[in-house]
């Protein structure tokens, strides 16, 4: 099951952006094939969970998507289907280089005012020093990056990340405030959870839904606050 798809035409939807009593006509009135999985472009059938919540799955269990592409593919619908629910126009798989020639390939790119922000999408655990180098790649671009990772794989870079933070930052002695999840503020790391209700996880319990994530990097509300990346 997945909350974001694509349009036959190639629009990305996300369901829980319909309103319920719209959902439950469009399910009586969608043609197979009129929706389509983001994992591997098989027909969706539209569905509404036990507790109410709207999802697309398969017409058979199946899919051979392997899961990293799956989550990864997933994970750019549900951007896509957010920007354009908020009237922003994203692109993905966007190649780019910085001045020195260093290539990058964005998972997901728009610009607004002024801005050209990325979103990259990263479900198995890479080395910090990859992401930094990434990261660098893209601010030497004049080109704003935010992370998204799976819970597992920001449990693991938070422990590489507040290794180097304590020792970098505080002469490895634990600060009285603590470090909230560990990340640094130079990389902005949250989780997003593409199985039922698509939320942004950015730890310490603290969620939202992701076009609330995206207006926040556009408002300035997702910042970097003692050891965390969050909305304030
Ligand atoms: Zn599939």
Known sequence: MTQSAWTRDGRPV?????PSAEWESLKQVAQLGDFMMPCCKAPAVLKTSING????AHLSDECGTAPETKWHKAGKAAVLAALTS??????????GRSPRGDKWEADVLFSVSGRTIVIELQRSYQHLRDFTRRQERYTASAVECYWLVRPQ????????????MLKRDFGNVFPPGGIGTGMLPE????????????????GEFKTAKVP??????LD??????????NLG
Do not use: H, N
């Open 14 to 18: 996300d369901a829980a952006a319909i």
């Open 53 to 56: 919540l709207p999802f697309f």
């Open 86 to 95: 908020m009237g922003i126009q994203g692109c993905d798989e966007v190649p």
């Open 153 to 164: 794989t920001f449990i693991t870079l938070g422990k590489a990340t507040s290794r180097l």
């Open 187 to 202: 990389l902005p790391v949250a989780m997003l959870d593409t199985e039922g209700e698509q939320l942004v996880q950015f």
């Open 212 to 217: 609330i994530w995206l207006a926040g990097i």
């Open 220 to 229: 300035g509300a997702y910042q970097y606050r003692r050891g965390s990346w």
